[in-house]
């Protein structure tokens, strides 16, 4: 089974912190994503990653910044955290494989920005 | 910006209906197509993926329709278990496979 862990379930931090996010996946997955989530507006992709030490934005980078510095660890970084990034993180892999290309989440990460 | 369209719902049914959810999207060179389910704050989780020839999974099937591009889901004789979220995903092929995520629909099974 894929497996697909966040590091933290629910966190709470100060406006101007500066917040980590880390993701693993234990399956050898090429490709890594992290999504945020808002009721009303769906999943979005903040950005993604096809390769170690590659990274690409998605459709919301702004605020977000991202590190791949292994296959299976993919963080994401607020500089420096603001209210509107209250929200639902979600984290993703799959294999970069047109066949098999399946998305896997972990269970995501509620963060609350005072 | 490539768009995937779903009705929000939501779908309120009592127990045993069948049920029928379309996702339209507007890429007609998108590769692969799923449908997920995201159960109230969970993750989604892949519920099938969509082939060109149609497939069924138990009481679950999921069509494609290339020429008119969208994608469906059937279920049948819905139970209350099947209360959820059910997400359409299309995949386009650019430097990767970059998935795009509708909204999602709303699904209530009643007794």
């Known amino acids: 089974d894929v497996k697909v862990t966040q590091s933290s379930r629910y966190l709470v931090k100060r406006t101007g912190e500066k917040v980590f996010l880390e993701c693993v996946q234990d399956?050898?997955?090429?490709?890594m994503f992290w999504y945020r989530q808002d009721p009303g507006l769906g999943l979005r992709l903040i950005y993604f990653s096809y390769d170690v030490k590659m990274k690409e934005k998605g459709d919301i980078p702004e605020g977000y910044s991202v590190s791949r510095e292994k296959k299976e660890r993919f963080s994401l970084i607020l500089e420096s955290a603001s209210t509107n990034q209250t929200s639902m993180y979600l984290c993703?892999?799959?294999?970069?494989?047109?066949?098999?290309?399946?998305?896997?989440f972990g269970p995501g990460t509620r963060l609350t920005v005072l | 910006r490539k768009e995937v369209e779903q009705d929000p719902g939501p779908f309120n049914v009592p127990e045993g209906a069948t049920v029928a959810f379309n996702c339209t999207y507007s890429?007609?060179?998108?590769?692969?197509f799923f449908w997920y389910r995201q159960d109230c704050r969970k993750e989604p989780k892949l519920l099938m993926s969509?082939?060109?020839s149609g497939n069924e999974d138990g009481r679950f099937t999921a069509q494609l329709n290339r020429a008119s591009q969208y994608i469906s889901l059937l279920i049948r004789d819905s139970k209350l278990s099947d209360s959820a979220t059910y997400l359409c995903?299309?995949?386009?092929?650019?430097?990767?496979?970059?998935?795009?995520f509708g909204r999602g629909t709303s699904l209530i099974v009643h007794p």
């Open positions: 890429n007609s060179a998108s590769q692969s």
């Open positions: 993703a892999s799959s294999r970069d494989n047109p066949s098999e290309d399946t998305q896997y």
């Open positions: 969509v082939y060109s």
């Open positions: 399956m050898d997955h090429e490709n």
């Open positions: 995903v299309v995949n386009d092929r650019g430097g990767s496979y970059i998935p795009t």
